[in-house]
């Protein structure tokens, strides 16, 4: 089996990276100075266990692939990797590349999600005949190129596996027991979604933490708890179920290890700010919860606050940090 990881950010470069490192045969997939750098240097995979150079086959799309590797085969896996804004893009990209054996990727190939929000599986589903959920909770940083640094402990990452919209089969009973040989813990979940549905309320901090810089003052505590509490009256008015406390409690997580001569600053979005990329993934974590507010009749005026200030930081450049939690709560109107 051969995995195709299409984008090799944080969450892409260390999963892909883990799995070459143990020996399986590893595409990655990346554009721009990160994917050059990877070609021509290799992939710089800093763990709380020290730094390793890595080399596994770096393309920055399908067609050099097809030209160099003779494309994909019916033994890929397709893991897709990129943020909720990229998806669209990436499917199109890659779903009508032809299988060595006839058929297309979208036909033939299994693609996982590894991605945050909820959005993606059924963006893919539309396309793609084989889609699976992949819940992530895996801490990594990606701000240089070239460098993706792992930080989890004991284990890089959680990477809850099913079929999408439920179940499971034998692809993700493989990919989970290749995961759990590279350091990861990959449970196999015949409700994967409820899973997801459940980092989502997680993942809604994230927008606080960018634009506030830290998570760590009560003020930015109590912003990411009015998020969290607007998002689950809106998933109840729903009908929309997710994995509560007391099961996330129960799953082993990985911690946040020290990585040497690294300082962890931030999650995936702040990490957008930093690095300047000019989009930051909100509409599908606060925005999610936003339109399921208007569906379905429920207030929710932290999340479309942060879905409004965090498009401003990252169209017009602004690093983490750029807002107060007052500043914040005035666009919320609370």
């Given at each position: 089996m051969r995995y195709v990881v299409i984008g090799a950010g944080a969450v892409g470069g260390t999963i892909g990276g883990q799995l070459h490192a143990d020996g399986h045969d590893v595409v990655l997939v990346a554009r721009g100075e990160h994917g050059r750098v990877m070609a021509s240097d290799g992939l710089t995979l800093l763990t709380p266990d020290g730094t390793s150079?890595?080399?596994?086959?770096?393309?920055n799309g399908p067609e050099e692939l097809i030209r160099d590797d003779g494309g994909l085969t019916e033994n890929d896996v397709l893991v897709l990797a990129v943020k909720g804004?990229?998806?669209?893009a990436a499917l199109q990209v890659w779903a009508d590349v032809p299988v060595a054996s006839g058929g297309t990727a979208a036909q033939r190939l299994p693609l996982l999600c590894a991605q945050n929000g909820v959005a993606n599986?059924?963006?893919?589903?539309?396309?793609?005949?084989?889609v699976h959920g992949v819940c992530v909770w895996l801490p990594a940083t990606h701000l240089r190129a070239g460098v993706v640094v792992a930080e989890g402990v004991p284990h890089r990452g959680v990477l809850h596996l099913g079929r999408y919209p439920e179940g499971t089969d034998d692809t993700d009973l493989v990919v989970a027991a290749d995961l759990e040989a590279s350091e990861f813990l990959a449970p196999v979940r015949e409700d994967v979604m409820r899973w997801k549905y459940a980092?989502?309320?997680s993942n809604l901090a994230n927008a606080v933490e960018a634009l506030v810089g830290s998570l760590a003052g009560d003020e930015a505590q109590e912003l990411a708890r009015q998020a969290r509490a607007e998002a689950a009256e809106a998933l109840t008015a729903a009908g929309i179920s997710f994995a509560s406390l007391e099961e996330e409690q129960a799953q082993e997580r990985a911690r946040l290890g020290e990585v040497p001569g690294h300082q962890r600053g931030g999650g995936s979005s702040w990490q957008s700010l930093q690095r300047g990329t000019g989009s930051i993934e909100v509409d599908y974590l606060n925005g999610e919860i936003v339109a399921l507010g208007r569906a379905h009749q429920v207030q929710t005026p932290v999340?479309?606050?942060?879905?409004?200030?965090?498009?401003?930081?990252?169209?017009?450049?602004?690093?983490?940090?750029?807002?107060?939690?007052?500043?914040?709560?005035?666009?919320?109107?609370?």
């Open positions: 150079t890595l080399h596994p086959r770096v393309v804004q990229d998806t669209a599986e059924p963006a893919a589903a539309r396309v793609f005949s084989r980092k989502l309320l999340n479309a606050a942060l879905v409004g200030l965090a498009h401003r930081a990252a169209r017009e450049g602004f690093g983490p940090g750029a807002f107060s939690a007052a500043q914040i709560r005035a666009a919320a109107g609370t």
